[in-house]
């Protein structure tokens, strides 16, 4: 069955793409590399010359959305894409599997963060024996300091949804047994 962790490696592929310019600049201009940390590039086409079973299967996760743009066909449906033309981060659960995605849409006259759902956390759960814990305010924020090198051992960081602490976000603090520090990275 197609999910997210399949698409999300096509998105990985995409970033790989010789015609993916764009978003590598970007990510160039905001210091992050894809090489190092898990970026895709969905490009918003993942689903053109599918059939109709693949489709439904994404619209069900909510990634494609009917749409009731014109198409050139009256056979064919058209779609909204989630995150179209945009940097894709992956959210993980507690069995590290993707089960939700942090789009960047870049190439917006004022660029949009979106998330597909509210599951799951970036960049995954942390290690039950983490003894300090950073929260930063935004996948972005979480990503730069995963890539600063600054993580000592025993450290991790997790990323609020959309500057807030979700539900799971408290369970991941109340179940680590080690925990002694807690630090909130504020914008």
Request: aromatic fraction near 10%; glycine fraction near 6%; hydrophobic fraction near 40%.
């Amino acid at each position: 069955m197609e999910n997210l962790e399949t698409l999300f490696q096509s998105f990985e592929t995409g970033i790989r793409s010789i015609k993916a310019i764009k978003p590598k600049d970007y990510l160039k201009n905001i210091g992050l590399d894809y090489a190092e940390l898990r970026i895709g590039f969905n490009s918003g086409q993942f689903h053109h010359s599918k059939d109709q079973e693949y489709k439904d299967k994404f619209e069900a996760l909510g990634v494609l959305k009917k749409s009731d743009a014109g198409v050139r066909e009256d056979t064919l449906t058209a779609y909204t894409v989630f995150g179209r033309y945009g940097l894709i981060f992956p959210l993980m659960d507690k069995e590290n599997a993707i089960v939700n995605y942090f789009a960047l849409r870049f190439d917006l006259d004022t660029p949009k963060e979106e998330y597909l759902n509210e599951n799951g956390i970036y960049p995954a759960y942390p290690n039950a024996l983490t003894r300090r814990l950073y929260i930063a305010p935004t996948v972005i924020d979480c990503a730069s300091l995963m890539q600063s090198k600054t993580l000592e051992n025993k450290d991790a960081v997790i990323a609020m949804h959309n500057g807030e602490l979700l539900p799971q976000h408290l369970d991941i603090i109340k179940s680590l047994y080690e925990l002694e520090e807690v630090i909130v990275i504020k914008r």
